[in-house]
């Protein structure tokens, strides 16, 4: 097995450690996640940047920069996607809501990223309508005693803790959503084996079972029924992260792309030098230039109470579409040696086409830009 490269830089020698892997391996989808990857990007500090910057704006920069730097540099995609659960889930959940108590708890192994986390949402029968959410916390005898199925969970395979929103009762009142931290060990809590998916393989989803767990009242995050305020904070993270590491996959592909096309000769001369090659890549280049933009101006605002709604929903769509169709135009510039099952393109294609469902479909953020612009339905 191979070992991150010590340098007094832990992040840049992770990163180097990546670039040899990609220069020398070719993971193969059905290996699925990869514990040696996920200690080494532990041991690269990634897990503790908030904890250095902050959670405002400086220390979402800072983490942006770094999964952008992540999504450029590693070969495998679905090490990213479970990277970003991990801050935004778990890590940026606890340090913005939860009480010192849990903090002091759970922040140290999840931060040194010796415990994976995720948060369990999505239920069979409500997926972006969350207040539909079949999944309850009564309030007995001062523990919360949970019921319920979450389905399509990233990490849920491989995790320590989770943080599960229900609906909860106490003293027999509806309080509305709220957040719990439960440990994936306890009595009552089922995680199932990972799920086959067509791409992000690496990055293991999953369903969680709740029966009867009694969840000490300690463990709530933030107070009773914000579990949607909570939610919502959560996910402009999981955003932000998620598709800067969109970003930064299209940045390998123009990468990969300017070499292939130098190098492949046609009719005498490098195929680069057909303006209708090149035009796929320069769409791709200005995909990067307008959602890297708009990823960072968006972050500058977070500490400035604005509403962002609608600029963190355009992205969302406008990124995870584009890296669709980075893909696409990269498996064409490659001809067909960018078909064969030996080129990793088919599957950056098949790890890209999920980022339009996941963190809300950008169907319904479509239908929310319009609804916030005062579209009529």
């Known amino acids: 097995m191979s070992t991150t ?24 989808r059905a290996e699925g996640f990869s514990t040696e990857l996920w200690n080494a990007t532990a041991g690269s500090g990634l897990f503790s940047t908030l904890a250095v910057e902050g959670i405002g704006s400086s220390g979402m920069r800072a983490a942006i920069d ?3 730097a992540l999504g450029r540099t590693s070969p495998d995609r679905g090490l990213t996607f479970s990277a970003v659960t991990q801050l935004a889930s778990t890590i940026y959940c606890l340090r913005a809501f939860a009480d010192k108590e849990l903090q002091e708890h759970y922040l140290p192994a999840a931060e040194a990223g010796n415990a994976i986390g995720g948060h369990a949402i999505t239920e069979a029968g409500a997926g972006s309508d969350v207040m539909s959410m079949s999944t309850t916390a009564s309030l007995r005898d001062g523990h919360y005693v949970l019921n319920g199925t979450k389905r399509f969970i990233t990490n849920a395979p491989i995790a320590s803790t989770l943080v599960v929103y229900a609906k909860t009762v106490e003293d027999g009142v509806d309080k509305g959503l709220s957040a719990f931290l439960i440990e994936t060990g306890w009595p009552g809590v089922d995680t199932s084996q990972p799920m086959p998916t067509a791409g992000l393989s690496t990055s293991p989803i999953g369903e969680v079972s709740l029966q009867d767990v009694q969840v000490p009242a300690r463990n709530r995050i933030g107070h009773t029924g914000a579990g949607l305020l909570i939610l919502d904070q959560v996910m402009k993270r999981e955003i932000l992260l998620a598709f800067a590491g969109n970003i930064g996959e299209m940045e390998q592909l123009v990468s990969r ?47 400035g109470f604005e509403d962002v709604t609608i600029p963190i929903a355009a992205a969302k769509v ?57 579209v009529t339905s």
């Open 318 to 374: 406008f990124i995870s579409e584009a890296n669709v169709d980075s893909a696409i135009n990269a498996i064409r510039v490659h001809g067909g040696n960018g078909y064969l099952a030996a080129s990793p393109l088919p599957t950056f294609l098949l790890d890209a086409i999920p980022g339009a469902i996941y963190s809300g479909s950008n169907d319904l953020l479509r239908t929310k830009i319009a609804t916030m612009l005062g």
């Open 5 to 28: 490269t010590l340098t007094d830089d832990p992040w840049s020698g992770f990163l180097d450690h990546l670039r040899d892997r990609t220069s020398t391996t070719s993971r193969s």
């Open 66 to 68: 770094r999964i952008r």
């Open 257 to 303: 792309s300017v070499r292939y096309v130098n190098d492949r000769k046609q009719f005498g001369t490098s195929i680069g030098s057909n303006q209708l090659v090149a035009d796929r890549i320069v769409e791709t280049q200005m995909a990067i230039e307008l959602g890297g933009a708009l990823l960072e101006s968006i972050a500058e605002r977070l500490d």
